[in-house]
């Protein structure tokens, strides 16, 4: 995967998780994301930052003390429905699919080769999280736009 150089901004999607340390392990084991700092204290996340290729996620516990998580709501509180989600770009789409659905990912959306190109599969992660991985790549796809 060829990543993009940031010039001036990064997008990080950020999530919380009720048990954010068997978050970041499962992550790790099902999804391929290396954790690169975690800041806790015992059960509680602070702040941590995991890696895929050239991206990151950030997450922390739910009950962490901090004010943002008072703005967050779990999946599983609305009904399993998410008004966000990440999108991951995998160079074998076929064998992720495989890992996650061996660690237990629930799929929200089969593996598929997608009209707009690429191929990839939506799934849901231990705690109800909505994730998407596929091959397309929309910093590498001819767009038309001038």
């Given amino acids: 995967m060829t990543?993009?150089?940031?010039?001036?901004?990064?997008?990080?999607?950020?999530?919380?998780?009720?048990d954010a340390r068997a978050a970041i392990a499962w992550l790790e084991r099902a999804f391929g994301f290396t954790a690169q700092a975690v800041y806790a204290e015992g059960d509680i996340v602070y702040h941590a930052q995991l890696v895929y290729?050239?991206?990151?996620?950030?997450?922390?516990?739910?009950?962490?003390?901090?004010?943002?998580?008072?703005?967050?709501?779990?999946?599983?509180?609305?009904?399993?429905?998410?008004?966000?989600?990440a999108c991951v770009i995998v160079a074998d789409p076929d064998a992720h699919y495989a890992r996650a659905v061996a660690a237990g990912a629930?799929?929200?959306?089969?593996?598929?080769?997608?009209?707009?190109?690429?191929?990839?599969?939506?799934?849901?992660?231990?705690?109800?999280?909505l994730w998407w991985f596929g091959s397309y790549d929309p910093w590498q796809a001819e767009t038309g736009a001038p």
Avoid: F
């Fill in 53 to 85: 290729g050239a991206g990151m996620i950030m997450l922390g516990s739910v009950d962490n003390g901090g004010a943002w998580g008072k703005l967050v709501v779990q999946p599983d509180e609305v009904g399993g429905r998410e008004t966000q989600s």
């Fill in 106 to 129: 629930e799929l929200a959306i089969d593996i598929a080769d997608q009209d707009y190109g690429g191929r990839g599969y939506a799934c849901r992660d231990l705690e109800g999280h």
């Fill in 3 to 18: 990543a993009p150089t940031p010039t001036g901004s990064t997008i990080i999607p950020c999530l919380r998780y009720r």
